[in-house]
């Protein structure tokens, strides 16, 4: 397997932090001499590898010149090491899923979601599997943010729902997100009726679209195209009180974290 080397430049400000940041992260010989020719011959030696730079907006940000010469040699030694893969993250070009804030939100075309609310208020339908087979049910719960140092998004299914099966059976899954007031009806009935028992997206005024990867809806303001990257069951042991409560049953959820891979708007 390929070696993976994360080089967190969070903090870096300069040339003497970020190498620093090299020195800690990357195997440099003791002799290392902090500049960009050192570096160079560092990663030209490499066998095969990837490195990722982390959170490179804050040298990107505080100093920009040195940043595109950092870019610069990356690039130089990728071209000299066929080994040698590197991957930039920095927090300037990601996802552009923003946290709400309705002073802003009319001031241009973004569909800005409230983290907090935008599941447990507004709720969405969580769709699973593709064109060939899938199902969607009404959620109130899920988190967006970051894993892995990638987007992502998590919903809790139980296990007795018919997209459970469909979970199970299939990698994506979309989370579409609805003008509440509108759409709220149809929302309700996706949480009430079971797809097990009929086609009960005909029972609303959803129109079903299938996607490259996914289905959505016509109607949705915003989808985000998920890749199962990580399933399990939530753990009654290991639960607050406040978990505990819901599962008298036994009825549990499994969390599938989602990476995001599209964002569809409008
Ligand atoms: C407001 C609301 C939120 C819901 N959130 C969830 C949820 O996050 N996870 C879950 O497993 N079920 C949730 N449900 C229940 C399912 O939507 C419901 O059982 C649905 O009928 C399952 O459909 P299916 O059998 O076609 O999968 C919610 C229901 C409502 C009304």
């Given at each position: 397997?390929?070696?993976?080397?994360?080089?967190?430049?969070?903090?870096?400000?300069?040339?003497?932090?970020?190498?620093?940041?090299?020195?800690?992260?990357?195997?440099?010989?003791?002799?290392?001499?902090?500049?960009?020719?050192?570096?160079?011959d560092v990663l030209t030696a490499m066998g095969p590898c990837e490195i990722v730079l982390?959170?490179?907006?804050?040298?990107?940000?505080?100093?920009?010149?040195?940043?595109?010469?950092?870019?610069?040699?990356?690039?130089?030694?990728?071209?000299?090491?066929?080994?040698?893969?590197?991957?930039?993250?920095?927090?300037?070009?990601?996802?552009?899923?923003?946290?709400?804030?309705?002073?802003?939100?009319?001031?241009?075309?973004?569909?800005?979601?409230?983290?907090?609310?935008?599941?447990?208020?507004?709720?969405?339908?969580?769709?699973?599997?593709?064109?060939?087979?899938?199902?969607?049910?009404?959620?109130?719960?899920?988190?967006?943010?970051?894993?892995?140092?990638?987007?992502?998004?998590?919903?809790?299914?139980?296990?007795?729902?018919y997209t459970h099966e469909i979970m199970e059976d299939s990698d994506i899954f979309t989370?579409?997100?609805?003008?509440?007031?509108?759409?709220?009806?149809?929302?309700?009935?996706?949480?009430?009726?079971?797809?097990?028992?009929?086609?009960?997206?005909?029972?609303?005024?959803?129109?079903?679209?299938?996607?490259?990867?996914?289905?959505?809806?016509?109607?949705?303001?915003?989808?985000?195209?998920?890749?199962?990257?990580?399933?399990?069951?939530?753990?009654?042991?290991?639960?607050?009180?406040?978990?505990?409560?819901?599962?008298?049953?036994?009825?549990?959820?499994?969390?599938?974290?989602?990476?995001?891979?599209?964002?569809?708007?409008?």
């Amino acid at each position: 397997m390929m070696n993976t080397y994360y080089v967190d430049l969070t903090n870096c400000k300069d040339k003497e932090t970020f190498h620093n940041a090299v020195v800690r992260d990357l195997p440099v010989p003791d002799y290392y001499g902090h500049n960009l020719d050192a570096l160079y011959d560092v990663l030209t030696a490499m066998g095969p590898c990837e490195i990722v730079l982390t959170h490179a907006e804050s040298l990107e940000e505080n100093d920009p010149d040195y940043y595109e010469r950092v870019l610069q040699v990356l690039t130089d030694a990728t071209e000299e090491n066929d080994g040698l893969d590197v991957e930039i993250q920095s927090l300037a070009s990601e996802v552009p899923l923003v946290m709400y804030d309705e002073e802003d939100e009319d001031e241009d075309d973004d569909f800005y979601i409230n983290a907090f609310t935008a599941f447990s208020r507004d709720w969405a339908i969580l769709t699973a599997g593709d064109q060939d087979k899938w199902n969607g049910m009404l959620i109130g719960w899920g988190q967006v943010g970051t894993l892995w140092g990638e987007p992502v998004c998590t919903v809790y299914v139980r296990k007795s729902r018919y997209t459970h099966e469909i979970m199970e059976d299939s990698d994506i899954f979309t989370v579409s997100f609805f003008d509440h007031d509108e759409y709220k009806k149809d929302l309700a009935v996706m949480g009430r009726l079971s797809g097990r028992d009929g086609d009960k997206v005909a029972r609303t005024s959803l129109t079903p679209i299938p996607l490259d990867k996914g289905v959505t809806y016509d109607e949705a303001n915003l989808t985000l195209v998920c890749e199962k990257i990580y399933t399990q069951t939530l753990d009654y042991e290991a639960m607050a009180p406040v978990g505990q409560a819901q599962y008298k049953d036994g009825d549990m959820h499994d969390m599938y974290i989602g990476k995001v891979i599209e964002i569809i708007e409008g």
